[in-house]
């Protein structure tokens, strides 16, 4: 008896399912052809303000007690303990433009994880927040952004003038990169 109340509710819950998948409302029709939006997040990297997908990032921390690294670049400012894990973190900064970021409170790191590797933090001079751009403003990198960025950054977007340009930093290359990996001085 009690299997068949079982079996019963789990079939109404199923029919209910069912019935409310039939009946999905449509997007409004202004929403149907809208733009496509490109969305990240905004921070500055040595007075240089610059986006990175909001997916590659997973966390956003306030700088971490450290522990330096003996023999490392000295872009690599040392790693931490982010609950039980090592984070490595790195002057990202300091990295690109050989200049190491000036701690402030208003510093900080941003997490990112990908698949089969460890975390790494990514000290930045200050999080600006999320943006959203339309896809179609996206440019050609080598008009608009500083050479010393150009091969992590495949594009860039335009503000709606024209005037203003916000490099894309694609963190998936520049963790790939193997400057980046050569972390041993």
Do not use: C
């Amino acid at each position: 008896m009690a299997g068949e109340l079982t079996t019963t509710a789990y079939a109404v819950l199923l029919d209910y399912e069912r019935r409310a998948l039939e009946h999905r409302a449509e997007a409004p029709a202004s929403q149907q052809a809208g733009p496509q939006l490109w969305r990240g997040l905004s921070f500055s990297v040595q007075g240089i303000e610059t986006v990175s997908a909001i997916g590659e990032i997973a966390e956003i921390l306030v700088p971490p007690s450290l522990t330096f690294v003996p023999g490392a670049q000295p872009w690599l400012r040392g790693i931490a303990n982010l609950r039980g894990t090592l984070l490595t973190v790195v002057d990202l900064g300091h990295f690109l433009f050989d200049k190491p970021t000036q701690y402030d409170d208003r510093n900080r790191v941003l997490v990112v994880r990908q698949r089969g590797t460890a975390a790494t933090g990514l000290l930045v001079s200050a999080v600006l927040g999320q943006r959203a751009f339309d896809e179609a403003d996206a440019v050609v990198a080598e008009d608009v952004v500083d050479p010393r960025m150009l091969t992590y950054v495949p594009y860039a977007f335009a503000d709606g003038a024209g005037e203003r340009f916000w490099p894309v930093l694609s963190l998936p290359t520049l963790l790939r990169a193997q400057a980046f990996l050569d972390a041993a001085a």
